[in-house]
């Protein structure tokens, strides 16, 4: 994997200067570079994007996971507008959860990965089987990113993206919730709130996050390094 910055676009290089800072698309770069043999190059690209459209996203033509400038910015913001108390690592840990998704999504096509389920799905349990081993900062951004989904989840009822592959952001936060309370349930016992995810799932978190690592070490095993 290798990565690049574009010119940003102007009142837009403040995120690609958070970018370098925080070296967020540098250390998923690193991570996966040490711990899997690719067979092709996967270029993570951060630029300026025009349009509503800017979230990450991985091109299977051209083998680059797009990441905007505009998407960290808005990220950022709301972190800052809700008073987080750090919302720049927050931030970071938002933006590496969407790498790792869409790191998946390109080793599902270049790895010609056969799984089960939503493909969407898959490469969110790979945020969660990427991040989660990384101690407090991989757990944190994790958190992060199920936070960030809850807040999107309140414009949920007024999208009109029924048609959208991904699982409702509620569900998404849930299922982060679930599989951080399932990794050290005895450690995390607050993250289980009655809703997300519910009392009666946090139960099963423990069996879903084991079969979590069950699955991608078993996709995996044939290509690590």
């Not at 102007?10 to 996966?32: I, K, M, S």
């Not at 808005?74 to 970071?92: I, L, N, Y």
């Not at 048609?163 to 679930?178: G, K």
Request: proline share 5%; charged share 30%; glycine share 6%.
């Amino acid at each position: 994997m290798t990565v690049s910055y574009k010119a940003p676009a102007p009142g837009r290089a403040d995120e690609r200067t958070f970018l370098r800072t925080h070296a967020v698309p540098e250390q998923v770069a690193e991570d996966l570079n040490d711990a899997l043999q690719l067979p092709e190059r996967i270029r993570i690209v951060s630029h300026s994007c025009t349009g509503d459209d800017d979230y990450p996203e991985y091109d299977p033509n051209t083998r680059k996971i797009a990441l905007c400038y505009e998407y960290v910015g808005r990220v950022r913001s709301a972190f800052q507008e809700a008073g987080a108390s750090d919302p720049d690592m927050r931030t970071a840990g938002v933006v590496t959860e969407s790498l790792y998704h869409e790191a998946a999504h390109a080793l599902v096509d270049t790895l010609e990965l056969d799984f089960d389920g939503s493909e969407e799905d898959v490469a969110d349990r790979f945020a969660a089987y990427r991040m989660i081993p990384q101690g407090a900062e991989g757990r944190a951004g994790l958190l992060a990113a199920a936070d960030n989904y809850v807040w999107e989840a309140q414009d949920d009822a007024d999208s009109s993206g029924s048609s959208d592959e991904h699982a409702p952001d509620a569900v998404r936060a849930a299922n982060y919730r679930c599989h951080l309370h399932g990794s050290a349930p005895e450690t995390d016992a607050k993250l289980v709130d009655g809703r997300l995810p519910s009392s009666e799932r946090a139960g099963r978190c423990r069996d879903e996050y084991r079969a979590l690592r069950r699955g991608w070490d078993e996709l995996l095993a044939p290509h690590t390094t």
